[in-house]
């Protein structure tokens, strides 16, 4: 797709890489793509010493660009100026036209949200340490406790400095009537992920949309049956031990997470009723490795 189609001079990219971090262009050890996100296309540097770089480089879709990086920035800027332990932003291309002493410029950050829970959409304020009971749980329910607690702690903190630092951005977040407007915002602004090719796409290019009440039951459908996915998705998760960004806390739970991961692929295999099911399993497992490079 030419939207995902991007051209960008790799020894100026390691020259940025290096010199923005205090290093020279021999130091760069290894070099490597590391994943292809709705926005960005994401590489890593890593040096001689052991450190390593990040680049995330914007696709030509992901608009608008002046915003694009410079939003996250100005919100690990505000995180690191609390204490709180986020990567170093060592350059970016908007640093120069973009003041970052504002916040993020549209709601709480992704990785930083916890909506769809209860307890962090009405801002209760969450305990601070793990519920009494913790140590009696068994691995995996620790595991999703954990987790459950660490959102609602960044999700509440987030909300209460934002709210004593920055009072304007704070109603702007919390305002029902903006939440409508930045969730419809962000809906037109995603890239389009359906119908890219074939007699469909011409259907975008006419405003208003027009959905006669066959397609509109297709899509009501296919909504659903996407909501069941995700909520199967994160049984899956919590069963396995795993953040939604698939992180554990340490060596030990990984090696658990990964154990889990396979005794429940085992039983699905087992439970499916027909061959055809069995290998849809297999072929989508989705906690086996996958070869990125190769994608």
Request: charge should be negative; include cysteine; charged fraction near 30%.
């Amino acid at each position: 797709m030419s939207e995902r189609n991007l051209h960008f001079n790799k020894p100026e990219l390691l020259l940025i890489l290096a010199k923005s971090s205090g290093h020279a262009v021999f130091d760069i050890a290894n070099f490597q793509k590391l994943a292809e996100g709705g926005y960005n296309r994401v590489f890593e540097a890593t040096m001689k010493d052991g450190s390593q770089v990040i680049a995330r480089l914007p696709y030509p879709s992901t608009v608008p660009k002046i915003l694009a990086i410079a939003s996250e920035v100005a919100t690990l800027d505000y995180l690191a100026l609390h204490g709180f332990p986020v990567p170093k932003v060592w350059w970016h291309k908007e640093r120069a036209n973009v003041s970052t002493d504002r916040g993020p410029l549209a709601g709480i950050p992704k990785h930083l949200q916890n909506y769809g829970d209860p307890e962090s959409e009405r801002l209760v304020k969450p305990k601070k340490d793990l519920p009494e009971h913790f140590e009696s749980l068994p691995p995996e329910e620790q595991a999703r406790v954990r987790e459950q607690h660490r959102r609602r702690l960044v999700h509440f903190l987030y909300s209460a400095f934002t709210s004593r630092l920055n009072k304007e951005h704070y109603n702007a977040i919390f305002n029902n009537a903006v939440i409508h407007w930045q969730r419809l915002f962000k809906s037109a602004s995603s890239p389009w992920k359906a119908e890219i090719a074939g007699s469909g796409t011409e259907r975008c290019k006419v405003c208003p949309l027009v959905f006669d009440r066959g397609e509109a039951s297709s899509v009501l459908k296919l909504d659903m049956e996407q909501k069941d996915a995700d909520d199967a998705m994160e049984k899956m998760r919590d069963a396995v031990g795993i953040d939604v960004l698939g992180w554990v806390p340490d060596q030990e739970q990984y090696d658990l997470a990964k154990e889990r991961a396979e005794m429940l692929k085992v039983e699905m295999l087992q439970g499916a009723g027909r061959d055809e099911e069995r290998q849809k399993i297999l072929a989508h497992w989705p906690f086996d490795d996958h070869d990125e490079d190769g994608c």
